[in-house]
């Protein structure tokens, strides 16, 4: 099983700052600035920042749109390994 997770932001957005405080250091996150990506973004179809897309084996599973905390992050993640 290959998770993976995919945070979508943009350098304008204040929230999407403020989760990159609180996922610091967290590792296995693949930061895309939509700005900079817009065909990524398009095809995940991002309609607000910031967002994040949970992969497992290249397949959506989950996504959390807006801030959260690290432990909501990693509660999201353990039920993701707990059902596959």
Same mark, same amino acid.
Request: aromatic share 6%; proline share 2%; net charge positive.
């Given at each position: 099983? !290959?998770? /993976?997770?995919?945070?979508?932001?943009?350098?304008?957005?204040? #929230?999407?700052?403020?989760?990159?405080?609180?996922?610091?250091?967290?590792?296995?996150?693949?930061?895309?600035?939509?700005?900079? !990506?817009? /065909?990524?973004?398009?095809?995940?179809?991002?309609?607000?920042? #910031?967002?994040?897309?949970?992969?497992?084996?290249?397949?959506?599973?989950?996504?959390?749109?807006?801030?959260?905390?690290?432990?909501?992050? /990693?509660?999201?993640?353990?039920?993701?390994?707990?059902?596959?």
């Amino acid at each position: 099983m !290959n998770i /993976e997770v995919l945070k979508f932001s943009a350098t304008w957005c204040g #929230p999407c700052r403020a989760l990159s405080q609180i996922l610091k250091g967290v590792e296995g996150i693949t930061n895309v600035d939509i700005d900079q !990506n817009r /065909e990524l973004a398009a095809k995940h179809n991002v309609r607000s920042v #910031p967002l994040l897309v949970f992969k497992v084996d290249d397949e959506e599973v989950y996504r959390h749109s807006g801030t959260l905390t690290k432990s909501m992050y /990693e509660k999201i993640l353990n039920n993701i390994k707990s059902k596959n």
